[in-house]
Structure formats: C-alpha cells, structure tokens
C-alpha cells in the first residue's frame, strides 16, 4: 500500500499563488508517473498536470503558462506550483501516484477556493 498526503490547500485571490505538495509513503519500490487532478463542485475529476519518473510534463489547455508540476524521486514527493489563480481553478486538488503494473493511489484531496 502506498499513502499520499496532500498539503498546501487554501485561500487566495484571484491573481495569487499558492504551492501543493504531495508526499507519498508506505511499501513503494518504485514509482512510475505522479501528477495532480481536480475536480470542482458537479463536474468530474480531470487532470491538471502529470510528470514522469524522467521528468517529461503534460498539463491541461486550461493550467498550461500559469502550473508547474515538479517531483522529487528521492522522496517521492510532487508538487504543484499555481501562479495567476483564477476563480475557475477553484476545486479539491488530488495527488495520484502510479507504480508499477499500472497500479494507482490517490490521495485524499486538498482544497483551493479562488476568490474573485
């Protein structure tokens, strides 16, 4: 079992910044991709951005300029720098791990509210 807990959540203005992190623990050999997903009050949870164990990023249309995902291998841990915060990016934010066979963690979310 892998555990991930998510920090950093919080309060801000529009136009702000805040940083999540994201740390994972428990029986981990090896962790492939990491990356962060969101999901907003009624709508479904989509993906913000994602990194690999080689550092290769992908982010969404609607984060790309203003997010950068970062990971650090040695302590298995990813964060998730959010410049120019708009109301639109209000949401819980959740940290996912995959390891190997494809197998997948979450966590249990933290929440970012953007005021206009």
């Known amino acids: 079992q892998v555990q991930l807990v998510e920090s950093g959540g919080g309060l801000v203005q529009a136009g702000g910044s805040l940083r999540l992190s994201c740390a994972a623990s428990?029986?981990?050999?090896?962790?492939?991709?990491m990356g962060w997903y969101r999901q907003a009050p009624g709508k479904q949870r989509e993906l913000v951005a994602t990194?690999?164990?080689?550092?290769?990023?992908d982010y969404s249309d609607s984060v790309k300029g203003r997010f950068t995902i970062s990971r650090d291998n040695a302590k298995n841990t990813v964060d998730l720098q959010m410049n120019s915060l708009k109301p639109e990016d209000t949401a819980v934010y959740y940290c996912?791990?995959?390891?190997?066979?494809?197998?997948?963690?979450w966590g249990k979310g933290t929440l970012v509210t953007v005021s206009s």
């Open positions: 996912k791990v995959v390891v190997s066979l494809g197998i997948h963690f």
């Open positions: 990194i690999t164990s080689g550092g290769s990023t």
């Open positions: 428990g029986s981990i050999f090896s962790i492939n991709a």
